[in-house]
């Protein structure tokens, strides 16, 4: 099993950025694919990244493709989701999260963190 806390959110401009963390606390952190999910107001919530556990492969949903990076330390236990040129659609809670699936990519995930608001302003 394995316990999640993401941090780094906060309020920024549109066309600027913020790097939310998730710090992974348990066993065989390396062992897991990772993802990022967002939930905004009203909206059902929707998968954003995943990072494969052995760091090869990445994939993201169209609308962050080229502004959002998802990056893992597996020494530190933490997956990093860099975030630029936001808009204030990006505006959402974000959550980290974690399975054991083999499917990639991966789009069910077992274990969550309990998010973090991200605010975009226009």
């Known amino acids: 099993q394995v316990q999640l806390v993401e941090s780094g959110g906060g309020l920024v401009q549109a066309g600027g950025s913020l790097r939310l963390s998730c710090a992974a606390s348990g066993h065989s952190f390396s062992t897991y694919t990772m993802g990022w999910f967002r939930q905004a107001p009203g909206k059902e919530r929707e998968f954003v990244a995943t990072i494969s556990w052995g760091l090869i492969n990445t994939y993201y949903t169209d609308s962050v493709k080229g502004r959002f990076t998802i990056s893992r330390d597996n020494t530190k236990s933490t997956v990093y989701l860099q975030m630029n040129s936001l808009k204030p659609e990006d505006t959402a809670v974000y959550y980290c999260?974690?399975?054991?699936?083999?499917?990639?990519?991966?789009?069910?995930?077992?274990?969550w963190g309990q998010g973090t608001q991200v605010t975009v302003s226009s």
């Open positions: 999260a974690a399975t054991t699936s083999s499917t990639w990519p991966a789009y069910e995930y077992e274990y």
